[in-house]
């Protein structure tokens, strides 16, 4: 790779490591990296990470939400569901990450930002590739999915912030 394009071995492999520290690669010493390799049951395990520290994200974030978060939201979550109307293009993928991101962010906890994104970006990533995400959901099924957490962010619906992120992931 590097004589492909022109730069020391060294470049290359720092930013291999820090692919690999954030779960996009595995670094395996002396054998070289690889692209991580995702299965039905990393979802399952993954899922299992994800309820207790998306749903403390959302409760965090709805003490700290402000007009302003809200319709940053809401913004991100239109531009998703547009993207899912025009096909399964991957540019929703990032719009999927932009959107959790950001309600990440808005809890005020750095640490639980990190271990959300160390966890969700590989998978958001490489979902679609190996076959852990659906294909094509309806756009109707992605804007209620998105939708359930702005309206508790709100405070304009009955569900807990578990039973929010549980609906969100089809638990």
Known sequence: M??????????????????????????????????????LEDRAEIDMVRLPLETLALQLARERVTAENLSQLQRLKD???????????TARDSAEIAFHSALWEFSGNPWLV???????????????TFQLTKPHRAPER?????????DFLRRTCAETAEECVRFHLGL
Do not use: C
């Open 79 to 89: 531009e998703l569901v547009g993207l899912v109307r025009k096909g399964p293009f």
């Open 142 to 150: 992605v804007d209620e999915h998105h939708q359930k957490y702005l």
């Open 114 to 128: 990190a271990a959300l994104k160390r966890i969700m970006v590989p998978y958001f990533t490489y979902g679609r």
């Open 2 to 39: 590097a004589a492909e394009i022109k730069v020391s071995r060294g470049p290359i492999r720092e930013a291999m490591l820090v692919l690999a520290e954030e779960g996009l690669l595995v670094h395996e010493p002396n054998r070289g990296f690889h692209v991580l390799t995702l299965t």
